[in-house]
């Protein structure tokens, strides 16, 4: 039996507040060829450097920090090794660790299912790419990423 939908004009919000778990910065680990990273923030700072012997290092303390922030830090002071192709594959990556956030935590499906029939948007004043920015114009690609995973999930269902 599916859960009840909300049903609203009204976005749903998720930097913090009810749908903080939608968040990138949310204590959900994800586990993913043979590792396990903290938070999707730690795997998405971490997919960010190549295969090459530095870049592993650098994934490996990315994912060691002890906080999502100090993982998204520590790739910016490291800026100069980030793959080449990155904002080629930097939607593709950040779908796959939702994928598996959603797969691994029946909460998160449970909440993604309670955001019904609503828009989802990241409430980041900061970040005008993944969430709404503060002119609440950006283009809001966590948030359109979580309904679509939303739409794959009712179609599976």
């Known amino acids: 039996m599916s859960e009840p939908q909300e049903t609203s004009d009204e976005p749903v919000l998720f930097y913090e507040a009810k749908f903080y778990c939608l968040s990138n910065f949310s204590a959900f ?23 090459s012997r530095l870049a592993t290092q650098l994934m490996h303390s990315v994912g060691t920090c ?26 593709q990556v950040m779908e796959g660790a939702l994928c598996l956030k959603l ?6 499906k449970k909440m993604l299912l309670e955001t019904g029939d609503r828009k989802i948007i990241e409430n980041s004043h900061k970040d005008s790419f ?28």
């Not at 800026?79 to 080629?88: F, H, I, K």
């Not at 797969?103 to 998160?108: D, I, L, P």
Request: aromatic share 14%.
């Open 29 to 51: 680990s994800i586990f993913d060829g043979g590792y396990q990273w903290p938070t999707v923030e730690h795997y998405y700072q971490g997919c960010k450097f190549s295969q």
């Open 103 to 108: 797969g691994q935590h029946s909460y998160v």
């Open 130 to 157: 993944w969430g709404w920015g503060p002119d609440r114009k950006g283009e809001s690609h966590l948030g359109r990423l979580w309904m679509k995973l939303l739409e794959e999930l009712r179609a599976s269902t």
């Open 66 to 91: 002890s906080s999502a922030h100090d993982a998204k830090k520590l790739a910016r002071a490291n800026s100069e090794y980030v793959r080449p192709d990155w904002n080629d594959v930097k939607l």
